[in-house]
T-cell receptor, first 111, second 113 residues
């Protein structure tokens, strides 16, 4: 079964707007939550990652919010740009390198 | 530094055949992980090799196997191909420290007819 649930499946945002992608998990052993960005024809690339001992992590326009009690985490992209149009995957793992990925969100930013 | 390279980039095979895919990690990286990406199942972990040993394994049948050489290059093999094996196969390299950044290659797209 899907260990990490991701929504929405697709998202359309105006340039300058905020893109929000949500993920939920059940396995409380997970201790590392990365987000990956994938452009067509390319492999995924790490965007930002968080561990459950912090509730928020920000890197430039990208922020992860983490809610340990709700077992949810989300990616916020501020001031979204057309160049951000890509597929985004959340993932989780515990004590290892085998990542459990969400199903992906295709983001389109309209100029 | 050169990135992760995968060969071949595209492959067409028929059912019942076997296939070998190759991955060259970033120089100095000792861990290589393999993932299968399909529209239906998404990204799924196959296995990880570290210092020529399989360190972790996903939930795939025994037809999927891999190995790693002393120079950290890795190969994965799929025997008795099925139509459902059509996918993008991605490898990712990292230093080997657990949960360090994994750098993905562009993938090998396999089509099974």
């Amino acid at each position: 079964q899907q260990q990490v649930k991701q929504s929405p499946q697709s998202l359309i945002v105006q340039k300058g707007g905020i893109s929000i992608i949500n993920c939920a998990y059940e396995n409380t052993a997970f201790d590392y939550f990365p987000w990956y960005q994938q452009f067509p024809g390319k492999g995924p690339a790490l965007l930002i990652a968080i561990r459950p001992d912090v509730s928020e992590k920000k890197e430039g326009r990208f922020t992860i919010s983490f809610n340990k009690s709700a077992k949810q985490f989300s990616l916020h992209i501020m001031d979204s740009q057309p160049g951000d149009s890509a597929t985004y995957f959340c993932a989780a793992t515990w004590g290892a390198n085998n990542l459990f990925f969400g199903t992906g969100t295709r983001l389109t930013v309209i100029p | 530094k050169a990135g992760v390279t995968q060969t071949p980039r595209y492959l067409i095979k028929t059912r019942g055949q076997q296939v070998t895919l190759s991955c060259s990690p970033i120089s100095g990286h000792r861990s290589v992980s393999w993932y299968q990406q399909t529209p239906g199942q998404g990204l799924q972990f196959l296995f990880e090799y570290f210092s020529e040993t399989q360190r972790n394994k996903g939930n795939f049948p025994g037809r999927f196997s891999g190995r790693q050489f002393s120079n950290s290059r890795s190969e994965m093999n799929v025997s008795t191909l099925e139509l459902g094996d059509s996918a993008l196969y991605l490898c990712a390299s990292s230093t080997g420290t657990v949960q360090e950044t994994q750098y993905f290659g562009p993938g090998t797209r396999l089509l099974v007819l």
